[in-house]
């Protein structure tokens, strides 16, 4: 008998630059190849997903908006054993912003980030700010170095705003890196075009994705070429990371999905 999944994602989530439900309809319509699947809204996957074998969670939205379902759904998951794609087992952004912190004290390639006193910050023109528990830049404001020293960063984190060249996205299933895409214009975050990475530029984003404790699931390490050349982590985004899979080729996207779903595979054989 075929596999029975919960696909969790929010079709009609009006993200901007983004087009959630084009890329959920493709995926879905690529993994019934594979599995018996049904789609429901985030908020009803807790109630739904006992029905299942395993639950994948895609593009389902920043859970910000949601955040007591999300809750009760990653308790009652973790409580009841039920097999989630991405595993819940993440250090990143499934449980928030700290391990920016935690990773830039521990010397790792971030961009320099703090949740307590700015002194441990180089001079920059301004300062970011933004809430621990947030995503698609909600909450976040610029701040000269004079309000920064002035202000609680209570639940927040504050960084230096880089000068950089480009961003640029590295996208993984398990511990196998898939594709790059990168922004060429700085002020146009979601006009994404193709990245050839250099070894380096591997090593630098599977660096991130080995220090992250997950076997089975989609990750999206996210970093900006500075003004002299370096890469910085901006994000390690390990629940649901949109992917852009539209600017990918056919070929690219087909073994995507073939290893998507041997990673589902080898998930529900655990």
């Known amino acids: 008998m075929r596999a029975k999944i919960l696909y969790v994602t929010d079709l009609s989530y009006p993200a901007k630059g983004r087009r959630y ?52 759904f990653r ?4 409580d009841r054993g039920t097999r989630v794609f991405t ?5 990143a952004d499934m449980i928030g912003k700290q391990y920016l912190v935690d990773l830039s004290e521990a010397g790792y390639p971030v961009i ?34 004079d309000e920064l020293t002035h202000l609680s960063l209570d639940g927040l984190l504050a960084q230096p705003l880089i000068d ?13 890196f898939q594709y790059a895409l990168y ?12 990245y050839e990475p250099t070894d380096a530029d591997r090593a630098f984003a599977q660096r991130f994705v080995d220090w992250n404790t997950i076997d089975h699931g989609i990750q999206r390490v996210d970093a900006c070429r500075t003004a002299t050349g370096e890469l910085l982590l901006v994000e390690l985004e390990d629940l649901n990371p949109f992917l852009s899979l539209e600017l990918t080729d056919d070929t690219t996207r087909t073994r995507f999905v073939q290893r998507m779903a041997q990673s589902l595979t080898d998930l529900l054989a655990l």
């Open 21 to 72: 439900g084009d890329e959920d309809v493709y995926l879905t319509g690529r993994l019934r190849e594979h599995f018996d699947l049904a789609l429901c809204h985030p908020l009803d996957a807790a109630a739904l997903m006992d029905a299942f074998d395993a639950v994948v969670v895609r593009n389902s939205g920043p859970v910000i908006h949601y955040q007591t379902g999300y809750d009760e």
């Open 75 to 78: 308790a009652a998951a973790i």
């Open 87 to 91: 595993q819940l087992t993440g250090k």
């Open 112 to 145: 320099p980030t703090t949740d307590s006193t700015p002194d441990s910050l180089p001079e920059a023109t301004s300062y970011v700010v933004k809430p621990k528990l947030g995503s698609d830049s909600i909450g976040l404001r610029k701040v000269s170095r």
């Open 164 to 176: 950089f060249r480009y961003e640029v996205s590295f996208y993984f299933i398990d511990h196998d």
């Open 183 to 194: 922004v060429p214009d700085p002020a146009q975050r979601w006009e994404l075009e193709r």
